[in-house]
């Protein structure tokens, strides 16, 4: 098999638009994220992420948050990384947006299991941060998984994980919420907030965070 480096190297970006021009066969595409597109590699169990040109920098960041987490069972194990690119477990299963977009229950347990996976990280010396529902995994065997750990460093406090949990409790939970919200309404309340269109301090309008 080509190295990583190689698969790696044969993903060309439009580096103005961000667009995907070509990837060597061995690549699935498995999604794109607001730096990078992320790939299954054909006959194995990991995922190569191939940062945008202008991102190319959150590479190394993001490798040694890995590192720093290696051993930990919430978190892919780091295989390889490069100038772009990183290599880590393949996660099969759904991320928590969507379970809330297909209208699979989300469980007071898994919420406390994503904290437990947080104060995990906390305990080693990181502050997790950017926390969203793209970002948060259940996998096929019903364990929590986080990816996209390039904030983990960042000395700022990020309180939209706490933010997502009070939606979670005041409204999700309620008999009477919805548990399937369409994919385009989460796009679209997300899309509002980042504008500050939405005041986000208010607890009612917490739940714009399940976009996010």
Known sequence: MKSYRELANSVIIDSRKNILMDY???????????SAFVFRIKGTDKAIKVFFPA???????ESEIYKA??????????????????????IRGLTLFQCIARGIPVTPEKIREI???????R??????SDIHLRNIFITAEGQVKLIDVARFRQTKTCSQ??????????????????K??????????AALYKKNLIPGMRIKEKLINWGR
Do not use: C
């Open 24 to 34: 060597d066969d061995l690549l699935e595409l498995a999604g794109e994220g607001r």
């Open 55 to 61: 991102f190319t920098h959150i590479a190394q960041e």
């Open 123 to 128: 305990k080693k010396g990181l502050n997790p």
């Open 115 to 121: 904290d437990k996976a947080l104060n995990s990280a």
């Open 161 to 178: 994980w706490n933010d997502l949990k009070m939606a979670f409790y005041k409204y999700y939970m309620k008999p009477y919420f919805p």
């Open 69 to 90: 987490l290696q051993g930990d069972p919430y978190y892919p194990v780091l295989y390889d990384s490069g100038t772009n690119y990183l290599v880590i477990d393949y």
């Open 180 to 189: 399937r919200i369409p994919e385009m309404l989460l796009n679209t309340i």
